[in-house]
């Protein structure tokens, strides 16, 4: 919501500046987004007369003339159709910076002759969209004046984001309403016109859907001129960021946003018969004012005449009824529509508009016959002509609510003590109606009030937000108790285990396109109204949001990519804790030992999984690994780490190269992801641990060397091994691996240490030989033969 201070100002008497009126918004909580004025990036421009003009000796389209902005005559080169001698403009001066397209004016040579600064357009000085030739001001504006002055731009304007439960605000009076009530102003009160009707409404005006259109309420204006509307209601919309059009356009604009009331002007001689709010028929299309045709449905409501629709009922008019330049006579139509239902029609065409905006919110339905009235007498003023009787079908939901207010609950809920008097004046001052016990009547604009706590809300952010005490929330005695779920603490060990060890954390969107949520198999969730086509299926995986980002980053020249992410995978069944991790790129620089650079293979990705899942608490050294790590994985260069057979903790491995080409990503990506949902919870232990006790006597180390078949993974051997002989083997280690000269074909040689801990005494050689028989007993079983 954008407004100058001088329209405010048309509504509240006051003499606070822009800033302390940005001041007062911000602490009763409508925030200010920014406030800019106009006339300081028109400071350079002054305005001048044109002396004389001579053709360009170098161009046909050029002129150079000879211009004076107060200091004497400057030459200046032009190329505008309407440059002649007499002309007076604006003239930006040498080091003035054109608004348009922020080029700093300067000295320089046009086709040979020099120019100093340059006559500018209302396009180049952003003032409308003209810019066929320089902007012509009367013959007696003051030459040598600084534009902006003169042209009373000198007007700051203040925006304002309205949150979607104050659809009061969503006008400038609304807003002048609650600086009053915080003190910085009065209201001024609202002068109503009372028009004469000069005949009957020659249309029929009617309401066959009184769910979707419970009111609407229109008269026939004959005689219009529909030219350009004022200077001053041009200016206001322009500060608005509304593009003028027509007078009569400008006019409904123009109350849409002075009161928050949209309406709509049609062209009479455009409509056939009756006019009448209906429900659509399913299939049936209307071209709206932005051009594109939509295809309604039996749940949306339209306004339509006998030959078929014309509007999409309180989001946009239709190209073919509006209002033009030929318009003498004209429809104004002012309805109250269901917020629940335009909010739905909005959504299924993809459609907004400031129309739609402000009556989903909810409209004040009491407004209907004082907007038509202010309507009517701004046509009258500035187009002319004489208007009918007011039609009125359909009634407008205008029963307020009411409530009993407790005043000592702004304390208890609202944490500041206000004065019951002052509460009152508060609330009256916004519309409320205050009863001596305390009975709240609402006012029909504020639909957002439903409860004493909103009242209590109301008189707390008129006090100011700001002055809200701080009060720590009380602290039982002794340490406090922990906060975070078990959940959240796995998330936080694994977070810092995967920034400490150099990856670096991405946060993306849970949504994908599809396209990139088919690659990992589809989405099972699909928003029926995504923002956008690239936001539609909830993930099902991390891997592709940290894929994409990957591509940003190489595609910008990073030579070595390492992302991790930890948040949530949208399943069929419920959302799941996960953490992934993608490498791509150079795993090191090249150097003067290898000559070049090193690349991530699938053990970078498994290292990083085990890491991570040991900072998570869990024992890694029993974990399995399986294949089937998912389709999108190369096969032969992925696996699962599992905590039994079904278990599954993680997914590590090569990317498939049909899913990174999905993702254009060239080369070898390393992928993984960690199911933290996965990982058991822990048992309970007590509060106390055990004491640590080193063991007296020291470890001894005991190498073998088996051969076994080329397909048996490692892992299974070394698990086999640590777990025959619990009470004495601490940790078995894989050191080497070896196929060829001397190893049979189909088999490898493993070599494995094996660390042995005594406990009371020395082991006797009896005792090793013993051990090494379990140790061989085990492998064996495991189809590995000791290696002689």
Request: aromatic share 6%; charged share 25%.
């Amino acid at each position: 919501m954008k407004f100058s201070l001088s329209w405010l100002k048309s509504h509240l008497d006051t003499d606070a500046d822009i800033h302390a009126v940005s001041d007062c918004l911000n602490r009763i909580g409508l925030e200010v987004e920014g406030i800019e004025n106009p006339a300081e990036k028109l400071s350079a421009f002054r305005i001048a007369k044109v002396l004389s003009a001579a053709p360009h000796p170098q161009a046909d389209k050029l002129q150079v003339l000879s211009v004076d902005a107060g200091s004497g005559p400057m030459q200046v080169v032009c190329g505008a159709p309407n440059a002649r001698a007499g002309l007076v403009g604006v003239f930006g001066m040498p080091g003035a910076v054109v608004p348009a397209n922020g080029m700093v004016l300067k000295v320089a040579a046009i086709r040979g002759v020099e120019s100093n600064g340059m006559m500018c357009s209302v396009a180049e000085l952003e003032l409308g969209d003209d810019h066929d030739g320089i902007i012509e001001l009367p013959a007696d504006a003051p030459v040598g004046q600084v534009y902006a002055d003169w042209a009373g731009l000198d007007d700051p304007v203040i925006e304002v984001s309205v949150t979607p439960n104050r659809q009061d605000c969503m006008g400038v009076r609304g807003i002048a309403r609650d600086l009053a009530a915080a003190g910085l102003g009065t209201l001024k009160p609202l002068e109503v016109p009372s028009i004469t009707p000069a005949f009957a409404c020659p249309t029929e005006i009617r309401t066959d859907d009184a769910e979707g259109c419970p009111a609407f309420y229109g008269r026939v204006i004959k005689g219009v001129r529909n030219g350009a509307s004022p200077d001053w209601m041009q200016a206001r919309l322009k500060f608005a960021g509304q593009r003028p059009i027509s007078a009569l356009v400008d006019i409904t604009n123009y109350v849409m946003l002075d009161h928050g009331r949209p309406s709509h002007a049609y062209d009479l001689a455009k409509l056939t018969g009756a006019v009448f709010a209906r429900r659509a028929q399913d299939g049936e299309t209307v071209t709206a004012l932005n051009g594109k045709d939509y295809v309604l449905n039996a749940e949306m409501t339209v306004i339509a005449d006998e030959a078929g629709v014309h509007d999409i009922a309180g989001i946009m008019g239709g190209e073919h009824s509006g209002c033009s330049e030929t318009t003498t006579d004209m429809l104004l139509e002012v309805a109250y529509f269901t917020p629940e239902r335009i909010a739905k029609t909005g959504q299924a065409l993809a459609l907004t508009s400031d129309a739609r905006s402000r009556f989903e919110r909810g409209v004040d339905p009491a407004f209907l016959d004082d907007a038509v009235e202010i309507i009517t007498r701004l046509v009258l003023d500035i187009c002319g002509g004489e208007a009918s009787d007011i039609v009125r079908a359909g009634q407008p939901p205008v029963d307020r609510k009411t409530l009993a207010y407790d005043t000592s609950r702004c304390a208890t809920l609202g944490g500041i003590d206000v004065p019951a008097e002052q509460q009152k004046a508060i609330l009256e001052s916004l519309g409320f109606e205050v009863a001596a016990d305390w009975t709240v009547t609402v006012p029909t604009w504020r639909r957002d009030i439903d409860g004493p706590a909103d009242l209590v809300e109301e008189v707390v952010r008129i006090v100011g937000l700001d002055n809200i005490a701080s009060v720590p929330l009380p602290r039982a005695d002794g340490v406090a108790k922990p906060t975070a779920t078990a959940q959240q603490g796995i998330e936080r060990k694994v977070r810092r285990a995967a920034a400490a060890r150099g990856l670096n954390e991405a946060i993306n969107w849970s949504f994908l396109p599809e396209k990139e949520a088919a690659a990992f198999g589809g989405g099972t969730w699909s928003l029926a109204n995504p923002i956008s086509e690239d936001m539609k299926v909830m993930r099902p995986s991390l891997l592709p949001g940290l894929l994409s980002a990957t591509r940003r980053n190489m595609d910008r020249g990073a030579s070595s990519v390492r992302l991790f992410e930890i948040g949530r995978r949208y399943l069929s069944d419920s959302e799941r804790l996960t953490a992934g991790i993608v490498l791509a790129g150079d795993k090191s620089q090249r150097s003067w030992a290898s000559g070049k650079a090193a690349k991530f293979d699938a053990y970078d990705a498994k290292a990083e999984v085990i890491a991570l899942l040991a900072a998570a608490g869990v024992a890694t050294d029993g974990l399995m690994v399986m294949g089937e790590a998912g389709d999108h994985y190369h096969p032969g260069q992925s696996a699962t780490l599992r905590m039994g057979p079904k278990n599954i903790l993680a997914a590590f491995g090569a990317l498939h190269p049909a899913t990174a080409k999905a993702f254009d990503l060239d080369g070898t990506v390393i992928a993984a992801e960690i199911f933290l949902d996965a990982i058991p919870a822990k048992k309970g232990a007590g509060f106390m641990r055990p004491a640590y006790s080193p063991p007296a006597l020291q470890a001894v180390t005991r190498d073998f060397a088996f051969l076994v078949p080329e397909q048996l993974a490692s892992g299974d051997l070394v698990r086999a091994v640590k777990g025959c002989d619990k009470d004495n083997i601490v940790a078995v280690r894989l050191f080497d691996r070896f196929a060829g000269q001397g190893v049979p074909e189909g088999q490898v040689s493993l070599a494995i240490e094996v660390t042995l801990q005594p406990e009371e005494k020395s082991y006797t050689d009896e005792d090793l030989k013993a051990i090494s028989d379990r140790v061989v007993a085990a492998a064996a079983k495991q189809g590995a033969s000791l290696r002689g």
